[in-house]
């Protein structure tokens, strides 16, 4: 079910999107619906890819020597 909502951009965004849904011939609306589809299913992580992030990161035992972790925990973080 569609839902009608009010937002506000910027003029020059706004014309840029008219201009696209014209030259695709389809509404704005559709337009902007498969911008933000397209944006939010970019934000969610595959599951193949969190499963061999936690296999790499959570299983294995940490591989550095304590002067090294020492080195890291004592940076300066705005040094980075």
């Not at 003029?11 to 589809?37: F, G, K, N």
């Not at 939010?40 to 193949?48: N, Q, S, Y």
């Not at 299983?59 to 040094?79: F, G, K, N, T, V």
Request: glycine fraction near 2%; charged fraction near 35%; aromatic fraction near 4%.
């Amino acid at each position: 079910m569609k839902q009608k909502i009010g937002t506000v951009i910027e003029a020059d965004v706004l014309r840029r999107a008219r201009r696209q849904a014209a030259d695709e011939e389809r509404p704005l609306s559709d337009l902007i619906q498969d911008a933000l589809d397209r944006y939010l299913t970019a934000k969610i992580p595959m599951p193949d890819r969190r499963e061999a992030a936690y296999r790499l990161f959570c299983e294995q035992p940490m591989r550095i020597s304590p002067e090294q972790l020492r080195e890291i925990l004592h940076a300066d973080a705005w040094d980075l």
